[in-house]
């Protein structure tokens, strides 16, 4: 019996099967809902591929990984952040793109992802470059094409930098949130009569109320808003009620003189002013006024006594000064800021005479001196309660600062995905704007109060003899040294015209009298 001497064929091995996930990216969403779009051309080419390697088992999942309308300058994206889950639950071998820019165009980012799936023993593969990480050669070509990849999106970032720059410097509009008083037309600004109208009127109404917090009780109290817009998504954006912080910027925004602002500097912008020098600068003037003493200092022209004290005990809006003329005779008045705006209706019997309510606080303020014991407890409550509101106003700027430089972070990253070529993030920039602006300015208010009280240290021997020899002392005061003094004495009176009671909070905690009738 004879045996050959060729042994037998053996079995071939089939390859292990290596599933691959196909991504696809478009960084604007034009042309999504078309039959056939870049996205399906991405995924054509990627199956394409992964059929050209079906020797090594390469199968391509069933599943669309498709992120249209996202930048390659962020990761989050949302079929981008499901291929990781897929990922992480293993359910994927390899990571299939058209081109290396489509994954990510941070060579940070590109960085972390490479590491992350070679943990995870995931492969990755560029059809368009025709490397894949399962080689040295291709590890190495995928490094130096994300360093280009890198480097073309930090220069598109420069040059939008700079175009935008020589833009404001022209006096163009290049983006920001819209001010009152301006509509955006054709990428330039272009004056809103009604609404410049209403600006000129606010500029007017801060001067005759000499207090930032008074004109926004009045601007509220009137309904009026900030500027209110659609944004590029269609979404209603703005119209919310003033603040202090947001009413300073208006005052002092240079667009309103025609000018545009660029960092510190200011260039002649392309559009209307709406408010002249004459008006900008007196309020100017008084800003910066009130920047040095803290806002105490307030335009008292008629004297009133309780300026900036009063306020509506019934819906507690700010008590205006108002006086009429009968036979030769100025009589004056507290009148609640909500009747003035809205009508006495809004607020009925929100009227009060103003000699009548000054002489029943004059008095209240009379009996803190002629008790010893009550003199002693508002000495130690001022001075406590001076203490307590440094370290409110400390640990708030620290807050503010902190938030500060998150946005400042936002900001510059915003930035460069724009220069990348994101429209839809200029929303987003524009509301970091606003942000920042606002949480600049109470940074600068939190520094200036606690500037204001460390200027008026309470000195508790003068303070006493103050309060102990109130009579002779305010016998021999100015009527402005009275409104001073007043002012450093009082938090707040409030005056309910349905009773005539009236409620005297003082500033240094000491007991209110209450129930008073003026």
Not at 19 to 45: M, P, V, W
Not at 498 to 512: L, N, Q, W
């Amino acid at each position: 019996m004879t045996r050959s001497l060729k042994s037998k064929p053996e079995a071939q091995i089939a390859p292990a099967r290596v599933r691959c996930a196909i991504y696809t990216r478009k960084s604007t969403d034009e042309g999504l809902n078309q039959a056939f779009n870049t996205l399906d051309s991405q995924r054509q080419a990627a199956e394409a591929y992964v059929k050209s390697q079906v020797g090594a088992g390469w199968l391509a999942l069933p599943e669309r990984y498709d992120d249209g309308g996202f930048s390659g300058a962020t990761i989050v994206r949302p079929a981008f952040n499901r291929l990781l889950s897929d990922i992480d639950a293993g359910r994927v071998d390899a990571v299939v793109v058209y081109r290396l820019d489509r994954l990510t165009r941070s060579l940070a980012d590109f960085a972390n992802l490479m590491a992350s799936f070679a943990n995870r023993g995931v492969t990755f593969a560029s059809v368009t470059e025709q490397f894949s990480t399962s080689t040295p050669g291709g590890r190495v070509f995928l490094n130096v094409m994300a360093s280009f990849a890198q480097y073309e999106r930090e220069v598109i970032s420069e040059r939008t930098r700079d175009k935008m720059s020589a833009a404001r410097r022209k006096g163009m509009w290049t983006g920001g949130t819209p001010s009152l008083g301006y509509d955006l037309a054709n990428k330039r600004l272009v004056v809103n009569a009604a609404e410049a109208e209403r600006v000129r009127a606010i500029f007017e109404l801060y001067l005759r109320q000499g207090s930032l917090m008074a004109t926004v009780e009045a601007l509220n109290a009137r309904g009026w808003t900030a500027k209110a817009w659609t944004n590029q998504a269609g979404r209603a954006a703005g119209g919310e009620r003033f603040s202090k912080h947001s009413l300073r910027r208006l005052l002092s925004n240079p667009l309103y003189l025609g000018n545009m602002p660029y960092g510190d500097e200011l260039h002649d912008g392309q559009h209307e002013a709406i408010v002249d020098c004459e008006l900008f600068d007196a309020v100017g003037a008084q800003l910066r006024t009130h920047g040095r003493d803290g806002g105490a200092t307030l335009k008292n022209k008629h004297g009133a006594l309780l300026k900036g004290l009063v306020f509506c005990a019934a819906c507690g809006f700010a008590m205006t000064y108002s006086y009429t003329q009968r036979g030769g005779r100025q009589y004056g008045y507290y009148v609640c800021g909500r009747a003035l705006a809205e009508g006495a209706r809004a607020c009925p019997k929100s009227r009060a005479p103003a000699g009548e309510l000054e002489q029943h606080v004059v008095a209240q303020v009379r009996s803190i001196g002629r008790d010893a014991a009550l003199v002693e407890a508002t000495v130690v409550a001022a001075q406590n309660d001076m203490q307590t509101r440094k370290a409110e106003l400390l640990a708030a700027s620290r807050d503010h600062e902190g938030q500060v430089r998150k946005l400042a972070g936002e900001r510059a990253n915003l930035i460069k995905a724009i220069g990348q070529g994101t429209p839809a993030l200029g929303d987003r920039l524009s509301e970091v704007d606003r942000l920042l602006e606002e949480s600049q300015g109470r940074v600068a208010d939190a520094r200036a109060e606690l500037l204001a009280l460390n200027r008026h240290q309470i000195d508790e021997a003068r303070l006493r003899e103050t309060l102990e020899q109130f009579d002779p002392v305010w016998d021999e005061l100015f009527p402005k040294e009275r409104t001073r003094l007043l002012s450093l004495l009082l938090e707040r009176v409030a005056f309910d015209g349905r009773t005539g009671d009236v409620e005297i909070r003082f500033r240094t905690g000491a007991p209110a009298a209450l129930g008073r009738s003026a």
